[in-house]
């Protein structure tokens, strides 16, 4: 197994919250980001690799890259079983909410339909209140679903809550919060434990 190591990052917030830490470490990128995929780093034995945030699970559970920063929801939705996962970064905070139409009413023994990209997510938070709903996953334009009577509700991110006041929804339950997560392949702890437990610590004490 190469010694070099690959770290697989978020693209969007996740990305820009990332590099400052990444920075403090002396982990800078050494090339464009916004062009390349994968990416050099100012130390010559890590590389970067720019993923969607969905697919950094799947990078790191599968070796492509050894470690990965994501955020908890998609590893909730993922299932994090076949990763360690040994620190919360704290950043790129949100929360992950059920909204609604302002003035929304349930009406009991009408099946509710909710719209979201997280569906496992969203079926285990209502299995465990004993309730049975119809998931109709989306992938993004999660707002609109209410509006136009494709959902009663939705399942999704929220930060500041302004798109949801913009679009005329409210949150009216918070399922978890939600922030960025170290992720690690077991293999790779194993093979390459060392220089991986060494920024482990670096890590750990540059998030306090």
């Known amino acids: 197994m190469s010694s070099t190591l690959t770290i697989a ?61 994501v955020g908890k929801d998609i590893l909730l939705e993922h299932g994090g079983a076949a990763l360690y996962e040994p620190l919360d970064l704290n950043i790129a905070r949100c929360r992950l909410s059920v909204a609604a139409p302002k003035g929304f009413e349930y009406r009991p023994g009408k099946r509710l339909r909710v719209a979201t990209k997280y569906p496992e997510i969203t079926k285990r938070h209502y299995a465990a209140r004993g309730e049975q709903v119809e998931i109709i996953k989306l992938y993004g334009s999660m707002e609109l679903a209410p509006l136009v009577g494709l959902a009663d509700v939705i399942v999704d991110l929220v ?8 679009n005329g929804l409210v949150e009216i339950e918070k399922v978890c919060e939600v922030t960025s997560r170290l992720v690690v392949n077991k293999a790779a702890m194993k093979m390459k434990h060392a220089r991986i437990r060494a920024l482990l610590d670096q890590f750990e004490s540059t998030v306090g």
């Open 159 to 166: 930060a500041t809550g302004k798109t949801l006041v913009a």
């Open 9 to 69: 990052l978020s693209k969007g917030r996740i990305l820009e919250e990332s590099l400052p830490l990444l920075a403090r470490l002396g982990l800078a990128p050494a090339g464009d980001i916004d062009r390349l995929l994968r990416v050099p780093s100012t130390q010559a034995d890590v590389h970067f690799l720019i993923v969607r945030p969905t697919d950094v699970p799947t990078y790191v559970e599968y070796g492509a890259a050894d470690i990965g920063i």
